[in-house]
Nanobody, 115 residues
Framework: QVHLVESGGGLVQPGGSLRLSCHAS????????MNWYRQTPGKERELVAN???????NYVVSVKDRFTISRNNDRATLYLQMNDLRPDDAAVYYC?????????WGRGAQVTVSS
């Protein structure tokens, strides 16, 4: 069974940093592209960044040059380093993988950006 568990969310002041982690189990992690999404109340879930099995990455324009997605295949863990956080980055962040034609999600990590 696929299981994704996010951690590392919290409250940070504008301009601060956080690192999210997502541990995956039930899949051969190293062969799967992985994604970070975020969602705020009343809005659709937004793809923030993704990373291929080979390590190449893509970002939504609003986070480019501030966020970095990475992976540790030995630890089956996905990361999102978030720097220079802004109030509009506040959201629940979800780890996602597509496996055998189905999307799997973690329970999410709350990120709050406020002074």
């Amino acid at each position: 069974q696929v299981h994704l568990v996010e951690s590392g969310g919290g409250l940070v002041q504008p301009g601060g940093s956080l690192r999210l982690s997502c541990h995956a189990s039930g899949i051969n992690f190293k062969i799967h592209p992985m994604n970070w999404y975020r969602q705020t109340p009343g809005k659709e879930r937004e793809l923030v960044a993704n990373i291929s099995s080979a390590g190449s990455s893509n970002y939504v324009v609003s986070v480019k040059d501030r966020f970095t997605i990475s992976r540790n295949n030995d630890r089956a863990t996905l990361y999102l380093q978030m720097n220079d956080l802004r109030p509009d980055d506040a959201a629940v962040y979800y780890c996602n993988v597509q496996y055998k034609g189905k999307p799997y999600w973690g329970r999410g990590a709350q990120v709050t950006v406020s002074s």
